[in-house]
C-alpha cells in the first residue's frame, strides 16, 4: 500500500504543480491575455481523457505483465524529453494572425505532452492494479488522496515557489521530481504485475484482462448510468472555467486568480470521495437555492469585495453538489477506470465548450449566466427523483437563476451598435444620447474610449483622456517645451483610438494593438484614426514583442494603455518590458502608465522600475466631477496615470508641476521581472 500511495501521491502533485508552472511561463508570449489560461485547461483536461483512456483499455485489454512493460516503455521515453522550458521557436513574432488556440496547444504538447499524459493515468492504473491484486475497496480512497496531492501543489505554487523560484529554476526543479515519480510508478508497475500473475487462480485473486472475475463479478455500467456521470463532471468543469474566466477578465491573468477556483474545484472532490459523510444532499440543495440566484444576479457586478467571495464560495456549492453526485453514483471497483474515463470525458467536455466553443458561438460573454442557468436546470433533474418540497424548491431555482439571467443578457446586449468577439476578449461600441450624444467602446465590461458625436466636438478629448488627465498634461507639457516641432508618440493598446486627438499635423502616432478586432471596431465605430491630421500607423501584434524587434522609435511619448476589462497584462509592468520602453524613448522622452483600476495598484511597480532605470515617477490624478463648465464635460471620466521621465523640464513645466505627485521609491518593494510577479502586494483593499 505505501508504494501505491507513494507514488499516486507524487503523480498527482506534478500533474497540478506543471500546469501554473507551464501557463506562467508562455503567458507573455501571448499577450497576458486571460484567454490563454482557459485554452491551457482544454490541454490539462484533453490529455487527462487520453491517460484515463489508457488507463481503461490497458486495464480491460492487456494482460498485467505486458501492460507493464509498456508503461515502463513510455515512462523511459518521457524522461529523455525532460526538463520541461518551452521551446522559445514557438514564441509567436509580433505580427497579429489567426487565433493562437493551436499554437498553445501544440506547444503545450511538446513541452509536456507525454508526461502529463503518463501523470493523468497513473490515478486510475495504480487503483485499477491495487484493485486486481488485492481485491480491496480502498482504491476510491486512494483518488480523494490524488485529490489532497494535487491541492496541496496548487497552494503551495503561489505561496512557496512562484515568490521564491525563477521559472527555469521552477521547470529543472519539476523535472527532477518527476524522475523520480518515474522510478517509484515503473517499480509499482512491475510489484503489480506480477503480484496479479501470481495470484491468478487463487481465491479473490483479480481477473487477468479480458476474464471475469467469477461469480461475484458486477455487469459492465450501461450508458443510461455512464450519462450521468459525464453531465455532472462536464457541469464541474464548465463551472471552474467560466467562474475562473470572469475574475482573471477582470482582475488580472495570472497563477493566483487561476489557482483559488481550481483548488475549490479540488476540494470538493477530495471531499466528496474521502468519505459520504461530507455531501449530504438536503443540506447542499438548500445551499444552491440560495448561490445559484445570487450569482446569476451579480453576473454583471464587479466589484471585487462582492464578485470574488460570491463566486468563490458558489463555486464550492456547485461542485460539491456535482462531485457528491458522481460518488453517489460511483460503480464497483471493476469498473472504477471506467468510471474514471466517463469523468474525464466531462471535464474535457466542459472545458472544450468553454474555451472554445463559446468564442466562437457566442458574440458575448454570456457562458457564465448560461452554465448558471444550466446548473440549475440540473439541479431540478437531479430533485425529480427526490420528496415534493426537494423538486418544488428545485423548480423555483432554475426558474429565478433562469430569469435572472435572461435580464442580465439583455441588459448586456441592449443598444449595442457592434458586438465582436475572438480569443482576446468582446468589443462592443454604444451610442448614449444624454446629455449629449456620446459613442463607448467596451471591452469586456470597461470603457476603453469613446467620442462625442457632434461634428464640432468628436476631436475634443473624453474618457481617459481628457486635459487635465496625466495624457492631457504631458501633451501639454510636451508642447510648451517644444512648441510646434513634431513629436512622435507610441501607444500601446489602441482602445477606440481616443488618445489620437492630440495629435496635429507633422506628428506621427504609431499604435499597437493585439487584437485585430479592435483596430476594425476603432475604425468603423470612430473617427480619431480617420480624422486625424497625423501620420497614423497601427501594428497588429503584442505591443511588447513588437516593440523588441523594432528598431528604436524615438518616441517623445510611450503610453502603456493595454488592458483588457479591467485585467492587468503583467508582462508589460516587468524590468524586461521597462528596458524595451527606454529603448524606444526619446532623449527627455516620457512614458505614461494608465494607473486606473478599481482592484490592483500599480503605482508601486512602476516607482520601482522607474528607480530601477534612473527615471522619476509622478501620479498625476483626475476627478473631473463637479467640475464641468458644459454638458460635453460629462463624458470626462476619473484617472489616474503615472509619468515616468528622465527629463525634469517636462516634470517642472505648469501643466504638471502643480498637479503631479512623487512617487516615493520604496527600497522593500521587490523589482518585478518576467520571472516574478506578487500580485497580493499590489491588490486593492
Same mark, same amino acid.
Given at each position: ?7 499516486? $501521491? ?171 515519480? &518515474? ?51 462536464? %457541469? ?25 477556483? =481550481? ?5 470538493t472532490f477530495i471531499l466528496c470521495f474521502d468519505h459520504p459523510r461530507w455531501y449530504v444532499r438536503p443540506v447542499f440543495l438548500v445551499l444552491m437555492a440560495v448561490a445559484l440566484p445570487a450569482m446569476a444576479w451579480f453576473t454583471e457586478s464587479l466589484e471585487l469585495h462582492v464578485a470574488a467571495p460570491l463566486y468563490a464560495v458558489g463555486l464550492f456549492?456547485?461542485? %460539491? ?44 460573454? $454570456? ?8 446548473? &440549475?436546470?440540473?439541479? $431540478? ?37 457592434? %458586438? ?55 501633451? &501639454? ?100 518590458? %521597462? ?19 478599481r482592484f490592483v495598484d500599480i503605482a508601486p511597480v512602476v516607482a520601482r522600475l522607474a528607480n530601477e532605470f534612473g527615471m522619476q515617477a509622478v501620479m498625476v490624478t483626475d476627478e473631473p466631477e463637479g467640475t464641468y463648465t ?40 521587490? =523589482? ?14
Open positions: 500500500m505505501p508504494l501505491y500511495a507513494a507514488t499516486i $501521491f507524487i503523480s498527482a502533485f506534478l500533474l497540478f504543480l506543471v500546469q501554473p508552472v507551464i501557463a506562467r511561463q508562455i503567458l507573455p508570449w501571448f499577450g497576458g491575455a486571460a484567454s490563454v489560461w482557459a485554452v491551457c485547461l482544454v490541454f490539462f483536461q484533453s490529455m487527462l481523457l487520453a491517460g484515463y483512456a489508457y488507463a481503461d483499455w490497458t486495464s480491460r485489454r492487456v494482460a498485467p505483465r505486458t501492460q507493464a512493460k509498456i508503461h515502463i516503455a513510455l515512462l523511459a521515453v518521457s524522461l529523455l524529453l525532460l526538463p520541461i522550458i518551452p521551446d522559445v521557436r514557438w514564441k509567436p513574432g509580433a505580427e497579429a494572425g489567426a487565433s493562437p488556440i493551436v499554437a498553445i496547444l501544440g506547444l503545450l504538447g511538446v513541452t509536456i505532452g507525454l508526461q502529463y499524459f503518463l501523470l493523468s493515468a497513473t490515478s486510475p492504473l495504480l487503483q485499477s492494479w491495487y484493485w486486481r491484486r488485492y481485491r480491496h475497496a480502498v482504491p476510491y480512497r486512494l483518488f480523494a488522496l490524488s485529490n489532497f496531492a494535487s491541492l496541496l501543489a496548487l497552494l503551495s505554487y503561489p505561496v512557496a515557489i512562484e515568490p521564491w523560484l525563477r521559472s527555469t529554476v521552477q521547470s529543472y526543479g519539476w523535472s527532477a521530481l518527476y524522475a523520480v515519480f &518515474a522510478v517509484l510508478c515503473a517499480a509499482t508497475a512491475w510489484v503489480s504485475a506480477q503480484g496479479a500473475e501470481g495470484t491468478q487462480g487463487t481465491e479473490g485473486a483479480g481477473p487477468a484482462a479480458g476474464e471475469t472475475a467469477g461469480k461475484d463479478a458486477t455487469p459492465a455500467p450501461s450508458w443510461s448510468e455512464r450519462l450521468p456521470w459525464i453531465v455532472y463532471a462536464a %457541469m464541474g468543469s464548465c463551472l471552474l472555467l467560466t467562474i475562473t474566466n470572469h475574475l482573471t477578465q477582470n482582475i488580472a491573468s495570472i497563477p493566483f486568480l487561476w489557482l483559488v477556483p =481550481l483548488a475549490l474545484y479540488l476540494i456549492i456547485c461542485c %460539491m453538489f456535482c462531485h457528491g453526485e458522481l460518488y453517489r453514483a460511483r460503480p464497483a471497483p471493476a469498473h472504477l477506470t471506467t468510471f474514471y474515463l466517463m469523468i474525464s470525458i466531462g471535464g474535457a467536455l466542459g472545458a472544450l465548450l468553454v474555451a472554445i466553443g463559446a468564442p466562437l458561438l457566442l458574440k458575448g460573454y $454570456f457562458e457564465l449566466g448560461i452554465v448558471l442557468a444550466a446548473c &440549475a436546470m440540473l439541479l $431540478f433533474w437531479n430533485a425529480l427523483a427526490q420528496p415534493r418540497w426537494a423538486a418544488a424548491l428545485a423548480f423555483v431555482v432554475a426558474t429565478v437563476t433562469a430569469g435572472f439571467v435572461i435580464k442580465n443578457v439583455t441588459e448586456y446586449a441592449a443598444g449595442v451598435r457592434v %458586438m465582436v468577439r475572438n480569443f482576446y476578449g468582446v468589443v462592443r461600441t454604444k451610442d448614449f444620447p444624454d446629455p449629449v450624444p456620446f459613442r463607448v467602446m467596451y471591452h469586456g465590461h470597461i470603457n476603453h474610449g469613446g467620442q462625442l458625436l457632434g461634428e464640432a466636438v468628436r476631436r475634443r478629448p473624453s474618457t481617459y483622456f481628457g486635459e487635465s488627465s496625466g495624457y492631457g498634461r504631458a501633451f &501639454a507639457s510636451l508642447r510648451g517645451l517644444n512648441n510646434e516641432a513634431p513629436r512622435r508618440v507610441g501607444v500601446i493598446g489602441l482602445g477606440a483610438g481616443a488618445i489620437a486627438v492630440y495629435a496635429r499635423k507633422g506628428d506621427q502616432f504609431r499604435f499597437y494593438e493585439i487584437d485585430p478586432q479592435v483596430a476594425a471596431v476603432a475604425m468603423m465605430e470612430f473617427s480619431f484614426l480617420k480624422d486625424s491630421p497625423a501620420q497614423i500607423d497601427v501594428v497588429l501584434g503584442d505591443g511588447r514583442l513588437s516593440l523588441e524587434r523594432e528598431a528604436p522609435q524615438n518616441f517623445d511619448l510611450l503610453a502603456i494603455d493595454a488592458f483588457a476589462g479591467d485585467s492587468i497584462p503583467m508582462h508589460l509592468v516587468t524590468r524586461e518590458a %521597462m528596458q524595451a520602453y527606454v529603448k524606444h524613448l526619446a532623449p527627455g522622452g516620457v512614458i505614461v502608465f494608465q494607473a486606473t483600476n458644459s454638458n460635453v464635460d460629462y463624458w470626462l471620466s476619473s484617472t489616474d496615470q503615472i509619468i515616468v521621465t528622465r527629463n525634469p523640464s517636462i516634470l517642472n513645466a505648469a501643466p504638471l508641476a502643480k498637479v503631479a505627485k512623487s512617487l516615493p521609491h520604496d527600497p522593500n518593494f521587490r =523589482l518585478w521581472t518576467d520571472d516574478f510577479y506578487n500580485l497580493f502586494s499590489v491588490l486593492k483593499r
